[in-house]
């Protein structure tokens, strides 16, 4: 059985990063193998607890999921737009996924390719945010975004079925560069979150509930939602306001100085 403190130390780590462009996956995966965790039970446990962070970004975003809401009723078109341009962007994913979830599973869950996968989406932040730095500023909105635009953002979240790369990064240096401001671009990614992480979470869930609940147990389930949930709300608004003022640079060196602890501890 998973130990609450243990499941407590994942959640924290989850909320910490599943936001931020430093791949939560890949820190989970990397701190699994710190306190020793293996086995099936430990790699549904680092998907389920996402609940956690989907429920800080339902919370925090309650008044953007409500528009999205009353566009699915007919009473707010640019609702009904900004939902559209989502499932857009969460498709690929989806198909992605299931052709490759075994393949994924098997040879990416390991720590070397989260290494090359942190060290190289580093390189591609750092040198991404300088170029995006010298262009203009743009006043696109998330509600101007076409739906080709949406389908970009979409087959750009399919690199980070490789575990290290990052959700978070892929998809709002997709934004950027069409685009879109750097605060509304995190906005995005945030949304895009709440179908893509509940998918993967039920999909795990269903193929894999009762080895969960087995190895782990509901006592540590909790404790890795909730702690999960309380630090991404904490993480979301911090890293919007960082963002802001100092770009995405600062954490592509931070992926890179990961990488190389990572290397020297397995070598």
């Known amino acids: 059985m998973l130990q609450p403190i243990q499941a407590i130390v994942l959640g924290v780590v989850e909320g910490a990063t599943e936001f931020l462009p430093i791949s939560s996956t890949g820190h989970l995966i990397l701190v699994s193998r710190w306190l020793d965790l293996h086995g099936e039970g430990i790699n549904t446990f680092d998907v389920v ?12 975003y309650r008044a953007r999921v409500g528009t999205m809401w009353r566009g699915l009723q007919g009473r707010d078109a640019s609702g009904r737009r900004l939902l559209v341009n989502l499932l857009i962007s969460f498709l690929p994913a989806v198909v992605a996924g299931l052709l490759l979830h075994s393949t994924i599973n098997t040879r990416l869950f390991q720590v070397w390719p989260v290494m090359w996968a942190l060290a190289l989406g580093g390189i591609v932040m750092i040198v991404a945010d300088r170029q995006l730095r010298r262009g203009q500023a743009s006043s696109k909105t998330l509600e101007s975004l076409t739906a080709r635009e949406a389908l970009l953002i979409g087959l750009a979240q399919c690199l980070a079925l490789w575990p290290g790369t990052s959700r978070a990064m892929v998809t709002m240096l997709a934004a950027m560069w069409l685009g879109v401001p750097a605060a509304a671009a995190a906005e995005y990614s945030f949304l895009l979150a709440l179908p893509t992480l509940g998918a993967a979470t ?49 954490f592509g060196w931070y992926r890179l100085a990961v990488a190389l602890l990572v290397w020297l501890g397995v070598r």
């Open 49 to 60: 607890i996402q609940l956690g962070a989907i429920a800080a970004v339902l919370g925090l």
């Open 202 to 250: 039920l999909f795990d869930a269903m193929s894999s509930g009762h080895v969960l609940v087995q190895e782990i147990g509901i006592i540590s389930i909790v404790c890795g939602f909730t702690s999960a949930a309380v630090v991404a709300a904490l993480a979301v608004r911090g890293f919007v306001r960082y963002l802001t003022r100092h770009g995405l640079e600062p």
